[in-house]
């Protein structure tokens, strides 16, 4: 009975942690036509926020595992909030300034599977070179 108590105290502690550990990530739209935080490494279960700080923007996904399951497209202006639950490597951009270069990247829990997919999106030449910055930002913060 004992050991039964113990293990089930165990348990319940390791449990608590994962319930609470859900954080929410706020993303605003700048003045200089880009996303606040470009590259967000995040878990599964965590909730982006993109805050329309800024006039003019959205946020339009490119690119990530099971998109289907997401809402694919903000309105310009609005408040868009977002829980991931799929892994993996997510691209978007803004509609109006995406050939600008105005995209963010998301990895959840560290997972570069379909990484193949999101470098064959179709980008122009300043967004394409965007995108390879922020792949290797990625990479970076994820090897340390
Ligand atoms: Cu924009």
Not at 1 to 14: A, P
Request: charged share 20%; with cysteine.
């Amino acid at each position: 009975m004992r050991v039964f108590l113990s293990l089930f105290s165990i348990t319940i502690f390791l449990a608590i942690p994962k319930l609470t550990l859900a954080e929410t990530i706020q993303i605003e739209f700048t003045d200089q036509d880009s996303y606040s935080i470009e590259v967000a490494l995040i878990e599964a279960g965590d909730t982006i926020e993109w805050l329309p700080t800024n006039e003019g923007h959205n946020v339009e996904f490119l690119a990530g595992p099971q998109l289907n399951t997401l809402s694919r497209k903000s309105e310009i202006n609005a408040l868009f909030s977002v829980i991931f639950k799929n892994p993996g490597v997510y691209l978007y951009h803004c509609t109006p300034h995406g050939n600008m270069g105005m995209l963010g990247l998301i990895v959840v829990d560290n997972d570069f599977h379909n990484l193949e997919s999101v470098q064959k999106v179709q980008l122009s030449r300043v967004s394409d070179s965007v995108l390879k910055r922020l792949i290797r930002i990625a990479q970076s913060k994820t090897k340390s």
